[in-house]
């Protein structure tokens, strides 16, 4: 995304100026256009993985790991929509994408544990399409997993187990938090859909500062 709208920003905008069509109909024609793609691509790479690394076999969890993938996907081409509708030379975009986006990977939770990260940085991990989407694939994989099954505690010679997500033992990876899947899905689907209303109104801007 970052790399070809650039080119296609000039035909876009004279066309816009010589009325051949208005900024709602391009941009969402090309929204839809694009869909199959931003569908099929994840999908493939999600069957691929999901088998192979041998995750949570049962259909419920594969398909909410699919829906997962997808939304990640959306919600970052509408992020690079952004970068590539503000910056008109590509090179430049490209140079600049890396510091764009590293922040919100740093806070994301795989790195750093969401409890360590300062208050004042916090805005980095609330906004991170990646945080949204690593504790949905967190809590998909480890939730009800009897994989990750550990002893509680016994009580009368009865022992009772939990899952790592409720906080019995150690945590697997350390980082998984309190927000569930449902709520993880939901955020990212705001966040898909935020970013492409913002990369609308940029597109939307620049047809009028560049009115001939």
Not at 77 to 90: D, H, M, Q, T, W
Not at 149 to 178: K, M, R, S
């Amino acid at each position: 995304m970052i790399l070809i709208f650039p080119d296609e920003r000039p035909v876009f905008l004279r066309e816009v100026n010589n009325n051949m069509y208005k900024v709602g109909p391009y941009f969402w024609a090309k929204v839809s256009s694009e869909l199959p793609f931003s569908i099929l691509m994840p999908s493939v790479f999600g069957c691929i993985t999901y088998f192979s690394v041998g995750l949570n076999p049962t259909a419920g969890n594969f398909f909410l790991f699919l829906l997962t993938l997808i939304l990640i996907y959306n919600a970052a081409s509408g992020y690079s929509l952004i970068i590539s509708a503000i910056f008109s030379n590509k090179q430049v975009a490209v140079t600049l994408t890396p510091v764009l986006i590293v922040p919100f990977m740093l806070f994301a939770g795989f790195f750093v544990a969401t409890s360590s990260i300062p208050v004042w940085l916090r805005e980095f991990e609330y906004i991170s399409i990646y945080k949204y989407g690593y504790q949905a694939l967190m809590q998909n994989e480890f939730t009800n997993n009897s994989a990750f099954l550990c002893a509680a505690q016994t009580t009368d010679g009865v022992t009772t187990y939990n899952n790592f997500v409720n906080g019995c033992g150690a945590n697997p990876v350390g980082q998984i938090g309190d927000m569930t899947c449902g709520i993880a899905l939901f955020l990212l689907f705001v966040l898909y859909v935020i970013c492409y209303m913002i990369s609308w109104f940029i597109l939307h801007k620049l047809s009028h500062d560049h009115e001939i």
